[in-house]
């Protein structure tokens, strides 16, 4: 198994659909992470999950609505989206400490269409 | 002006050359994360570092914490070096800790 996986690997949705982006870990880790990656932008924090816990929601659209049923997997659900929403979107998990972030491991992301 | 700074943007190496990338930050940190992405998206970790210097064969990674600058050397280049190469500071929030990205280095290695 490999450490992070993402699915769909790539999807194409009308801005009237609702579709899910799933993420799953295995190992064993105690936070995860949505992140997009627009065209020729740094990659933009989304959500922050620790200990199944959303510590962190970054200015995000509510189109976009997080869920995580347990540390090892996360899901992003999306609904009503516009075509400005079409990027990369990168899961991650790590082993957050009081100190810092740990390393993180990347999943093969998502790429996102919305015509 | 962005908390995390890389330079060059864009770099082309002929194989073998030793190459060079730099990562400034104006934000305090916890430790500094140099990550590769390759064509079609995917992301490794290659090193997190919080002081002095990291190996990993032919990639060396350095911090200088006074002066706020990390750089990240390739010995030997190889085309399979070529990806995208980026900097991110963890830097302190009241959760604890989140990571800060720079926009990345394009690294091409021509044979």
């Known amino acids: 198994e490999t450490g992070v996986t993402q699915t769909p690997r790539h999807l194409v949705m009308g801005m009237t659909n609702k579709k899910s982006l799933k993420c799953e870990q295995h190992?064993?880790?105690?936070?995860m992470y949505w992140y997009k990656q627009s065209a020729k932008k740094p990659l933009e924090l989304m959500f922050v999950?620790?200990?199944?816990?959303?510590?962190e929601n970054n200015s995000v659209p509510s189109r976009f609505s997080p869920e995580c049923p347990n540390s090892s997997h996360l899901f992003l659900h999306l609904h009503t989206l516009q075509p400005e929403d079409s990027a990369l979107y990168l899961c991650?998990?790590?082993?957050?400490?009081?100190?810092?972030?740990?390393?993180?491991?990347f999943g093969e992301g998502s790429r996102l269409t919305v015509l | 002006k962005n908390e995390v700074e890389q330079s060059p943007q864009n770099l082309t190496a002929q194989e073998g050359e030793f190459i060079t990338i730099n990562c400034s930050y104006s934000?305090?940190?916890?430790?500094l994360h140099w990550l590769q992405q390759h064509p079609g998206g995917g992301i490794v970790s290659l090193f997190m570092?919080?002081?002095g210097k990291k190996k990993h064969g032919r990639l060396i990674a350095t911090i200088n914490i006074q002066e706020k600058h990390s750089s990240l050397h390739i010995t030997a280049s190889h085309p399979r070096d070529s990806a995208v190469y980026i900097c991110?500071?963890?830097?302190?929030?009241?959760?604890?800790?989140?990571?800060?990205f720079g926009a990345g280095t394009i690294l091409r290695v021509k044979s």
């Open positions: 991650a998990s790590s082993q957050m400490t009081g100190l810092d972030t740990g390393e993180l491991f």
């Open positions: 190992l064993g880790h105690n936070a």
């Open positions: 999950y620790s200990l199944e816990e959303r510590v």
């Open positions: 934000v305090g940190i916890s430790a």
């Open positions: 570092l919080s002081s």
């Open positions: 991110a500071v963890g830097s302190y929030m009241e959760y604890g800790n989140k990571l800060v």
